[in-house]
């Protein structure tokens, strides 16, 4: 379908169950994706070499509040495009998002100072918040409802993709880390050439619009009576979600490490973590799809909380140990992208979008805070077991939120 095409016959959420996926927009956006695991972790992979080698006089306090501004850059895209992505269409929010991105992480080398540099990533961040939420709704719009979770699962899976590459790229240019910048950048405007021509509209989206721009969708419109339970119980699994996600990933080596584990050791339980990631993001969307989102989502919180304390324990095994970790990333990271699969089916097409991104924006809150409190733990010589324990709080207070969400879809609620 090219894009603008009215659509002919569709369900009533707006897709066409008997339509075969357009494999243009399956790739697009798991492409996009996989951009925003990569830029995510790149600065993370470059800060040594920044320390090192002074540049611009980095020190660490410095990059920590390049890091945050990162963040608070993306949340900020995240909860800005939703109402955008609906008024004006998904196609056009996700090219624009990647060409901003794209620009501004090319220029991020040429800084020539550190508030520059910050101010850079910060823009930059706005285009990549956007990116997730708005390629997360086309993908789940291209697919029949009964196909949600699988869709965001799926698509979710570059997020990991494209951390490994981040890391791999890492070991082979760490003296000459601007080209990790230009690598990304460059391969973002070619992504967004090619949406230009290949990527068609939501047809959700033309017909909730009837094949035209509609009206601003204000946040507000989610405090309706009808709507708000739903909301808070995302905004706080979403929340929960991330916080765990950044949280680990960011600590957890460190964790290991004040546990009494070796430092390679504690590095590879790293790795593990995010290769059960991408099994359980594939496993979850379909148990997903066959169960009922919500139950799944409930399972997989409650399944990555006993994980969490069980890490607390000291294990002589290595094995173990791995298996623990293992699983622990397939139940944390899946728990987290049904959050999303959820939004996509359960709000309908005219606020899908603004829904979308206000759950992924809240949910970058958690990615600030989860690294921030877990930090201060492991300053305080707490790392251990109680940054366990504290993960698994947030697990359970997951499950509490995700267990208030409304079952089926809005419209059956209505």
Known sequence: MAPGTRPEALAPDGTSPARRVDPWTVALCWITVMLEGYDLVVLGAIIPTLLDTQHLGFTAGDATTVATLSLVGVAIGAISVGPLSDRFGRRKLLISSVVLFSLFTIAVPWADSITM????????????????????????????????????????????????????????????????????????????????????????????????????????????????????????????????????????????????????????????????????????????????????????????????ALLSIKMDSDLVLSVVVFFTGVFVFSAQVLVYAYVTNYFPADIRGTALGSASGIGRLGSIVGPTITGALVAAGWGHPWGFYFFALVGVLAVAAVATLPRGTAAEEA
């Open 117 to 308: 540099f910050a101010a850079l990533r910060f823009i930059a961040g706005l285009g990549l918040g956007a990116c997730m939420p708005v390629s997360l709704t086309l993908m789940a719009e291209s697919l029949p409802a009964r196909q949600r979770a699988r869709a965001s699962t799926l698509t979710m899976t570059g997020y990991h993709t494209g951390a490994v590459i981040t890391s791999l790229l890492a070991l082979q240019f760490a003296s000459h880390w601007q080209w990790l910048f230009y690598v990304l950048g460059a391969v973002g405007l070619v992504i967004a050439v090619i949406q230009w021509f290949k990527l068609p509209e939501s047809e959700a989206f033309l017909a909730a619009s009837n094949g035209g721009e509609r009206k601003k969708v204000p946040y507000t419109d989610l405090l309706k009576p009808a709507l708000l339970r739903a909301c808070v119980g995302v905004w706080i699994a979403s929340f929960m979600g991330l916080l765990l996600v950044y949280g680990l990933n960011t600590w957890l080596p460190q964790l290991m490490r004040s546990a009494g584990y070796a430092v390679p050791e504690a590095v590879t339980q790293l790795l593990i973590l995010n290769a059960g990631g991408i099994v359980g993001l594939v496993v979850g969307g379909f148990v997903a799809d066959r169960r009922g989102i919500k139950w799944t989502a409930l399972v997989w919180f409650a399944v990555a909380a006993v994980m969490l």
